[in-house]
């Protein structure tokens, strides 16, 4: 990331590559891949072999990290996949809108209003139900690939 | 019973008509739920018995009769208790009348209901019967036996008696809430008194119908009798006889065979032996029994063409299994004659069955024309039954007697004939001669595992040896032949899956078998790939076809199971075939042995070679190589033996030879030059497979597991690794080259490991630091760096960086876990030099759970390992440290939710949680233990440091990230309930200075604990509370505060009391034990916890104990609950100290108390 692009909030299309290409044979279960276009996380690693004298492959089975669809791959274990760039940065919640975003506030004092909420109503209302009492809370925002989504929440207010 | 009235008449063909229309509605699954309601309450209701007679014998429907069968057992067995003895008798009468009455029955089912019925009221009441009440059912069963009834009656007494038997014998009884005990003395009784009464009573039934069967062509009614008699005999031999073989020691058998057949014999497990004791003799040996069974199944074999009887008919299935039970017979049921008895009995049996299986090319080729092969493999049954109880010698000298040739040629020529079978089917699926391949090769097993060190009394007779050779040469063939063609089905993914552990099993089969007859098979073994090596060299150049590699990786599995033993940890010996048999060639380089190891490893490092490599060398058939030599290499480079030579008892002529050739083999692959070339071989392909095959996971895989790790295990091995250029050239590469950065990281963590590990072996404790310096320098410089840049916070997360940071974790990991005594200097100042970086780290992936595990695990075998040997300063610099640590982490997760879609992402999230905490727990733990182990020189409190309180306060920053959910994880839980209560016994003075809200925290826990399921963690939770409770009580005898406020009570700010903790335990450690139910296993635990509690608090014990009294109604419970709370305290002559005797002696008052 240079300097330039940093000054931008939106970390859409800041990423200067939101990939990084790494041996397949390297990726482990719980980390990241990139499978059909889109961000995992892999939950399942197995090796099997090409032909009974040929190469190892690797087959991967992730989880979309923003939709949490299911996908799987298979890769020869000595070619490059696609890793993606995950970042996550931490926002204090100023406040939830009636339209469905909600206000973040930035580490240098600026305010990030362009997060959607989930639409899921469980996590919905685990966000909003906190909020409502009056707790201090952190939202992590996990992005990568030009997408981000609240993905953690965290309650620091005095005990 | 009397007749019921008109009135009751009426009343139980109501409840008849009901339980009937229940079972019919049943049947149409009409109204299910309703109908079973009926039938569970028929199945409740206090003395059901006459309305179920009544169903019984007047019903239409046979379920409703099955389901009133069922009624009578479960109501009779839950009222037992209360039921007069003349009830108790009439109810087992009616049921045995009954059956007998309605022998001819057409619904089978119901009799046999009714007839187990019976015998588990006879077991039940097994106890409180006289002899003659007992003498009087039998006698009704008896005259039923005898066939004076007729046929179906017969067959219904066999059948009870067979119900009986499996009701009294412990595998196959059905529960009765009763207590072990009670089994047991039935099992007992049963053996002693009555088990061969019935085995003549069956066996003369069996006899009686014999000739009827013999002589009629058509099947009988008095085959079913038969069959039931041979059933009944079969299941009484298999009993677990217990009390009559071992009565009598002096008449235990000296016949060699008893000896192998301990419990721990490896020998013993696949086959049960059968050693009902010498009581048994007269009717199983002496009598002509196993003549008469023997005839009758050559007169069954006869019929087999005649209609109603067949191969696999019934009563042909019971005869060969009876048969294959008196295989197994042994034990002190035969004289003491040498043998003698028992090898008759063998002999009888194997000339009764011998044409079963032989001639084997004609038994072969008729079951491949459509033969049943039952009966075939029950022969191979038969062989191995036999090898089981006999020697190798034994076993070839019983055949001789009738053939011209010995058992093992029959076996030998037996299992070619499988095999070539087995070669010419292709299919799949398992046919028979799998079955019998199977059984044939543990028939082998059985007779040449060394059931002792000396491993002499397997060895073959001379025959024997080559048969085994022969076998040996077919079965590589078949190997062979078996890959070839397996390779013409494209790739199936689950063979390729069972590679090398999978065939393991059959593989060292196999290697017995050529052990057996070693000068043939290793001749073999080095033509074969002799052959195979010349033809790869004349194919140079061209594609090879995987036919020959896959040939070759055979070879390499066999020759290495044959030549080898697996380890299993310890450094295995030569096997003993190889050490005595080529006793006589004393040159070297010409032992077949030798020979066939050095054109392997000339193979092998061909692979060297880059166009080679490419060639020949897939990674498949690397894994063989690697494989190889490492089971290799563990018994025979630079073995650590010393030769003993003039040993006074080993000094004969033939002696002296073998050890001059295990010392020549031995000596050739030792510390000299060859040994020395070879190791460097195999360092140098090592360095291949690491780098050579990106992404061969499973190739490095053993190479680094079985290959690396094995050498540095032996310490004189390491001492010449780093005299190797291909060893220090391997530590360099994995200082600097990239693509060892590539490997999977825990490949890398455990090369690590290994390069650490091979480190100490050098010559002076300086040098092994220095080198470890120069292993791990790159490891710190990279975490320094990166940790140190000033946008460490926004490339951190780019995934090369992610990775880059895992794997310098890893190495990190592996170099601290392999810290010993005199390298832990170096690992000590590796870890300090890195302590700031990993706080870094773990600040900036506190969101990157995989990285924050690998930090937390690097930490924990860190600290684990140098805990013992610190000194003061340095301890208190590590725990500071680790404080660090633990804060950090509990600041970033405590309290945090994470919010995902994906169900399997959420439960992925709570295990990665569960496993960090793990890692904290072991970490406190290693901390705990530095106040049991300590080398340092001087008392770490010099520099205040008071581990208890450490570990406190590491306790109270971790138990708030402990919820209820992730005490699920078993694991987790233990380990975190043995490190409280760990603390709360070595340590309760400390708690006595906790703050109050610390201390109320860890009395929650505790609390949550002894209600927990698992009882080891409630008994750590009772042993916790004997702790605090004991230290109250003696703290305060003498006049100190003990646990203070804590104990007393204390007015919390709503200015409610609140009761002390002791109290509060006593409390719920009485309702515990007075209401709920625990497992029998906790009373002395309970009782240690319970004494202290009661002694600290005797005024509220005795509140306790009046409530309780006064709110039981019921005037007798009362009275015995009175005298129950009483003895507990008071009698024993209980004291009111805490020492030992005190302690068993209320233990005992407990037991007792639990009883009424």
Redesign the interface.
Known sequence: ?SDEE?HFESKADAGASK??P?????I?K???IVIKGRPC?V?EVS???T??????K?HFVG???F??KKLEDIV????NCD??????TDYQLIDISEDGFVSLLTENGNTKDDLRL?T?EN?LS??KDGFGEGKDLVV?V?SAMGEEQ???????GPK | MQGPGSNGLAQLQATMHAVELACTSIQMHINPAAAEATLLSLRSTPQPYQACQFILENSQVPIARFQAAAAIRDAAIREWGFLIADDKRSLISFCLCFVMQHASSPEGYVLAKVSSVAAQLMKRGWLDFTAVEKEAFFNQVNQAILGIHGIDVQFIGVNFLESLVSEFSPSTSSAMGLPREFHEQCWRSLEIDFLKTFYTWARNAAISVTNRIIESNSEVPEVKVCNAALRLMLQILNWDFRYNSNSTKSSINVFSAVARHDTDSPRGSECTLVQPGPAWRDVLISSGHIGWLLSLYAALRQKFSCEGYWIDCPIAVSARKLILQFCSLTGTIFLSDNGKMHEHHLLQLLSGMIDWIDPPDTVSKSIECGKSESEMLDGCRALLAIANVTTPFVFDQLLKSIRPFGALTLLSTLMCEVIKALMMSNTEEETWSWVARDILLDTWTALLVPFDSSGGKSMLPPEGVNAAGNLFALIVESELKAVSSALTDDDDDDYLHTSISAMDERLSSYALIARGAIHVAIPLLTRLFSERFVRLDQGRGVIYPTEILEEVYSLLLIAGHVVADEGEGETPLVPYAIQTYFADNIEADKHPVIVLSSSIIRFAEKSLDAELRALVFSPRLMEAVVWFLARWSHTYLMHPEEIKEGNSAHDQDHQLRLLQTRKGLLNFFGEGIQGRLVLDIIVRISITTLMSYPGEKNLQALTCYRLLHALVQHKHICVHLFSLDSWRNLAHAFANEKSLLLLNTAHQRSLAQTLVHSASGLMNSDASNLCIRDLVGHMVTCLGELSGKDDFKIVAQQPDIILMVSCMLERLRGAASASEPRTQKAIYELGLSVMNPVLVLLEVYKHESAVVYLLLKFVVAWVNGQIAFLEAGETAVVVDFCMRLLQLYSSHNIGKISLSLSSSLLSEAKTEKYKDLRALLQLLSSLCSKDLIDFSSDSIETQGTDISQVVYFGLHIVTPLISLDLLKYPKLCHDFFSLLSHLLEVYPDTVAQLNSEAFAHILGTLDFGLHHQDTEVVDMCLRALKALASYHYNETGSGRTGLGLHASGIMDPGGNFQEGILSRFLHSLLQLLLFEDYSPDLVSSAADALLPLILCEQGLYQRLGKELLERQTNPTLKSRLANALESLTSTNQLSSTLDRINYQRFRKNLIWYRRF
């Open positions: 990331m940093h990939t990084y790494q041996q397949a044979g390297t482990r719980n980390g990241y996380k939950v090796t099997s072999k032909g009974k004298h040929g190469h190892a690797c989880i979309d990290i939709t949490a020869p274990s000595s070619h890793v993606p760039h995950v970042n996550r989930p899921d996590l685990q966000i992590s996990m609240i993905c953690a929440l965290k309650d620091i």
